[in-house]
């Protein structure tokens, strides 16, 4: 069976512009998570959705967003990108995004902001 | 809120022999899981060892096992038999109980290094 994918593998944008990053989740999993690793760091939890529905956020901004689609497939969008935002963004899916499902983790957008 | 420690950044090994990396943790909540995680080179993030907080016993799997601690807040994780595939960054994790979010709060990582 396929694992979670992640695409695009890498990114390359400057300040203040948006991006668009997929998730596809492993086959009949329903729930679909995104964290943010800088260089050097432990991931951050971004969003989590389940069903087509926000089921967390973490501490970021507005520019931060996702959506969940029919056949649970995910985006993240950042708008107004800053350097900061330069990072792996990794997805992670789990069949019902309870705490007794083990996420499994995609191998992530590395983004680059100039 | 809680968070995560792993005071050591870097740690190396040689082949065959045993290495435990540390974490501690701050929480006030009583149910929670914690989690080890590795993260190889090729960057896919692998679940190594989960322990449920209620449990007493320490979680093992195959060459990996655990020492939980909670009074002390304290999650170590043992490699016994290390081998050059363990060469990862590996990082400890925590979730809390109920968690309909799927929140992990992760640790700053230590990188492992196991030399021939």
């Known amino acids: 069976d396929a694992g979670v994918t992640q695409s695009p593998t890498h990114l390359i944008k400057t300040r203040g512009q948006h991006v668009t990053l997929r998730c596809s989740p492993i086959?009949?999993?329903?729930?679909v998570s995104w964290y943010q690793q800088v260089l050097g760091q432990g991931p951050q939890f971004i969003f989590q959705?389940?069903?087509?529905?926000?089921?967390g956020r973490g501490n970021f901004p507005d520019r931060f967003s996702a959506r969940q689609f029919p056949n649970y497939s995910s985006e993240l969008n950042v708008n107004a990108l800053l350097l900061g935002d330069s990072a792996l963004y990794l997805c992670?899916?789990?069949?019902?995004?309870?705490?007794?499902?083990?996420?499994?983790f995609g191998p992530g957008t590395r983004l680059t902001v100039l | 809120a809680q968070t995560v420690t792993q005071s050591q950044p870097e740690m190396s090994v040689q082949e065959a022999e045993t290495v435990t990396l540390s974490c501690t943790y701050d929480?006030?909540?009583?149910?929670?899981?914690l989690f080890w995680y590795k993260q190889p080179p090729s960057r896919q993030m692998i679940l190594v060892i989960r322990?449920?907080?209620?449990?007493?016993q320490n979680a093992t799997e195959n060459r990996f096992s655990v020492n939980f601690q909670k009074a002390a807040k304290s999650f170590s994780l043992k490699i016994s038999d290390s081998q050059l595939g363990d060469t990862a960054m590996y990082f400890c994790?925590?979730?809390?109980?109920?968690?309909?979010?799927?929140?992990?709060?992760f640790g700053q990582g230590t990188e492992l290094s196991v030399k021939p």
């Open positions: 992670a899916s789990s069949l019902d995004g309870s705490s007794y499902n083990e996420q499994f």
């Open positions: 086959s009949g999993h329903k729930s």
């Open positions: 959705y389940y069903e087509k529905e926000e089921r």
């Open positions: 929480t006030s909540e009583n149910n929670y899981y």
């Open positions: 322990q449920e907080a209620y449990k007493q």
């Open positions: 994790a925590f979730m809390k109980l109920p968690n309909q979010g799927g929140k992990l709060i």
